[in-house]
């Protein structure tokens, strides 16, 4: 890392921290809210539990007709709208409203404060940084030398959302949708006849909906008050500025989108359209001096299988490293004519079509399988134990009938004697035991053997030169299993000699 990414990072660092001081805070409030509810709840559940003791039972809500009489509660039953009229309801009602309203005043305030402190921040930020990419460009006439801008056009930022409109009514918009929520969820629970317990849960799902959302609305606010002043300060300097550099945290938590813009290269015109809770930054580029960010692309090249699927997922792990799809193709980018550009990863299935993401997933199962029985395979050392490794897929098992017609069965098996003898003939081949499940499964091609009729050759290429190769006695005998005799390398060479011989059984297509 250099310098210039280095203090890139650290800014970061101390943009996550001041937003993360406005979530707890929000955080803080939130809760003592739902205990002032919580309490008010209580009161409502004690007041349905006397009705009950007092034999009364929910009965079905019956709806008032604009104008119509009070239908007459059936006997022995109470409603909603019972319990509507006994006020308790409406009180708590009211009070989630008003709670809610103050929240929504809080959290705008909280979230304009750190848009402030933001902006203000990104301004030296940005100065820093391009000090230290002229440096880094060896062009030190430049520091000192870039324009500033006046406060007041980025302070212009602070107190909007991205579509311009006041922050306060977007809380106060989320505030009124958490209100219907609760009120949705309270009445469910009054009708449905819900015990206590489960109504404050489903009420405070919903409620805590409502925090989760506007912490997401707090923070994307805060960084993107941040990174427009940044672009705004960049832009004024664009005559020595080449673009900006994305920089993503390039870690396990960081997004397939978002890693495979890593190190891509932008014009100072360009905002940096990512998605809510992004935390990457845009590194400034001097002209003539770009700056050497290894592309996530790259970086993502030299993950282990395991840290690539825990990104993509099984299936699109596979298909990437089959070479079916590159990273940047998981990279959606939806267009709103509101809130602008976003980003987001798109599936395997949006990426390759419906039919493909089926077949990648397919095969990620079955690799998953073939997993497990390696994983037996290793544990094999019984002399006497017989280990089923499973069916020969169809395609295979029918050429197999081609060559053997008494074959009468697709499982193979591994005998304990057979797994200690490969082992100690090729004492190398421990290091490719994760491998016979994929050649005996999903071979390039199977020959026969040159002498005795019975056994069948199975190879999977592994590298260049060099395939697996899995021998396997076919078995004509009733109840008896084709079983793996033996278990090694093979060469090119073989290969070919068995096409010259004429002793391709099936080739993979
Ligand atoms: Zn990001």
Same mark, same amino acid.
């Given at each position: 890392?250099?310098?210039?990414?280095?203090?890139?990072?650290?800014?970061?660092?101390? $943009?996550?921290?001041?937003?993360?001081?406005?979530?707890?805070?929000?955080?803080?409030?939130?809760?003592?809210?739902?205990?002032? $509810?919580?309490?008010?709840?209580?009161?409502?559940?004690?007041?349905?539990?006397?009705?009950?003791?007092?034999?009364?039972?929910?009965?079905?809500?019956?709806?008032?007709?604009?104008?119509?009489?009070?239908?007459?509660?059936?006997?022995?039953?109470?409603?909603?709208?019972?319990?509507?009229?006994?006020?308790?309801?409406?009180?708590?009602?009211?009070?989630?409203?008003?709670?809610?309203?103050?929240?929504?005043?809080?959290?705008?305030?909280?979230?304009? @404060?750190?848009?402030?402190?933001?902006?203000?921040?990104?301004?030296?930020?940005?100065?820093?940084?391009?000090?230290?990419?002229?440096?880094?460009?060896?062009?030190?006439?430049?520091?000192?030398?870039?324009?500033?801008?006046?406060?007041?056009?980025?302070?212009?930022?602070?107190?909007?959302?991205?579509?311009?409109?006041? $922050?306060?009514?977007?809380?106060?918009?989320?505030?009124?949708?958490?209100?219907?929520?609760?009120?949705?969820?309270?009445?469910? @629970?009054?009708?449905?006849?819900?015990?206590?317990?489960?109504?404050?849960?489903?009420?405070?799902?919903?409620?805590?909906?409502?925090?989760?959302? @506007?912490?997401?609305?707090?923070?994307?606010?805060?960084?993107?008050?941040?990174?427009?002043?940044?672009?705004?300060?960049?832009?004024? =300097?664009?005559?020595?500025?080449?673009?900006?550099?994305?920089?993503?945290?390039?870690?396990?938590?960081?997004?397939?989108?978002?890693?495979?813009?890593?190190?891509?290269?932008?014009?100072?015109?360009?905002?940096?359209?990512?998605?809510?809770?992004?935390?990457?930054?845009?590194?400034?580029?001097?002209?003539?001096?770009?700056?050497?960010?290894?592309?996530?692309?790259?970086?993502?090249?030299?993950?282990?299988?395991?840290?690539?699927?825990?990104?993509?997922?099984?299936?699109?792990?596979?298909?990437?490293?089959?070479?079916?799809?590159?990273?940047?193709?998981?990279?959606?980018?939806?267009?709103?004519?509101?809130?602008?550009?976003?980003?987001?990863?798109?599936?395997?299935?949006?990426?390759?079509?419906?039919?493909?993401?089926?077949?990648?997933?397919?095969?990620?199962?079955?690799?998953?399988?073939?997993?497990?029985?390696?994983?037996?395979?290793?544990?094999?050392?019984?002399?006497?134990?017989?280990?089923?490794?499973?069916?020969?897929?169809?395609?295979?098992?029918?050429?197999?009938?081609?060559?053997?017609?008494?074959?009468?069965?697709?499982?193979?098996?591994?005998?304990?004697?057979?797994?200690?003898?490969?082992?100690?003939?090729?004492?190398?081949?421990?290091?490719?035991?994760?491998? $016979?499940?994929?050649?005996?499964?999903?071979?390039?091609?199977?020959?026969? =053997?040159?002498?005795?009729?019975?056994?069948?050759?199975?190879?999977?290429?592994? =590298?260049?030169?060099?395939?697996?190769?899995?021998?396997?006695?076919?078995?004509?005998?009733?109840?008896?299993?084709?079983?793996?005799?033996?278990?090694?390398?093979?060469?090119?060479?073989?290969?070919?000699?068995?096409?010259?011989?004429?002793?391709?059984?099936?080739?993979?297509?």
């Amino acid at each position: 890392m250099s310098r210039l990414t280095d203090a890139a990072l650290r800014f970061r660092a101390q $943009l996550l921290r001041q937003e993360r001081a406005a979530a707890s805070e929000m955080v803080r409030a939130y809760a003592a809210t739902w205990r002032r $509810l919580r309490a008010e709840l209580d009161q409502l559940e004690q007041q349905i539990a006397e009705a009950e003791a007092a034999g009364l039972t929910v009965g079905p809500f019956t709806p008032r007709q604009p104008g119509g009489p009070v239908l007459p509660q059936a006997p022995g039953t109470f409603s909603v709208s019972w319990v509507h009229r006994r006020e308790r309801l409406r009180t708590l009602l009211a009070q989630v409203e008003r709670e809610l309203r103050q929240f929504a005043a809080l959290a705008s305030d909280l979230t304009e @404060a750190g848009q402030l402190q933001a902006v203000q921040a990104a301004q030296a930020n940005a100065q820093a940084l391009m000090t230290e990419a002229a440096r880094a460009a060896g062009a030190p006439e430049l520091v000192g030398m870039f324009n500033r801008l006046p406060t007041s056009a980025v302070e212009e930022l602070v107190g909007l959302a991205s579509d311009g409109s006041p $922050l306060r009514e977007l809380f106060e918009a989320l505030g009124e949708r958490t209100g219907r929520g609760v009120r949705e969820a309270l009445e469910t @629970a009054v009708a449905t006849g819900m015990g206590p317990r489960e109504t404050a849960r489903l009420v405070r799902q919903q409620f805590g909906m409502g925090l989760s959302r @506007a912490l997401t609305i707090a923070r994307t606010e805060q960084i993107r008050a941040y990174r427009e002043a940044s672009r705004r300060t960049y832009e004024a =300097n664009s005559d020595v500025l080449d673009g900006w550099v994305w920089l993503s945290a390039a870690d396990s938590r960081t997004c397939v989108s978002c890693l495979a813009m890593h190190g891509s290269v932008h014009g100072v015109e360009r905002r940096i359209d990512s998605h809510p809770n992004c935390r990457c930054v845009m590194v400034p580029g001097v002209k003539g001096a770009p700056i050497e960010v290894t592309p996530g692309e790259e970086l993502f090249a030299q993950m282990t299988p395991a840290q690539q699927d825990a990104k993509l997922g099984k299936a699109a792990g596979a298909a990437y490293r089959a070479g079916a799809v590159k990273l940047v193709d998981f990279v959606g980018v939806r267009r709103d004519p509101d809130w602008g550009d976003s980003r987001y990863v798109k599936s395997l299935r949006q990426v390759l079509g419906r039919e493909e993401a089926q077949r990648w997933m397919r095969k990620a199962q079955q690799q998953k399988t073939w997993q497990v029985v390696s994983k037996k395979i290793g544990e094999l050392t019984d002399r006497k134990a017989v280990l089923s490794l499973g069916e020969l897929p169809t395609r295979t098992y029918q050429a197999l009938r081609h060559q053997w017609p008494s074959s009468v069965t697709a499982q193979v098996v591994l005998t304990g004697e057979r797994r200690a003898h490969y082992l100690e003939r090729h004492p190398e081949m421990a290091a490719f035991e994760g491998k $016979l499940m994929e050649t005996l499964f999903a071979p390039d091609e199977i020959h026969r =053997n040159k002498r005795d009729s019975q056994i069948g050759i199975w190879y999977r290429r592994l =590298n260049g030169s060099q395939y697996i190769r899995v021998v396997v006695w076919v078995s004509d005998t009733p109840g008896l299993q084709n079983s793996i005799h033996s278990f090694r390398l093979a060469d090119q060479r073989e290969i070919d000699q068995g096409h010259k011989q004429k002793r391709l059984v099936w080739a993979k297509k």
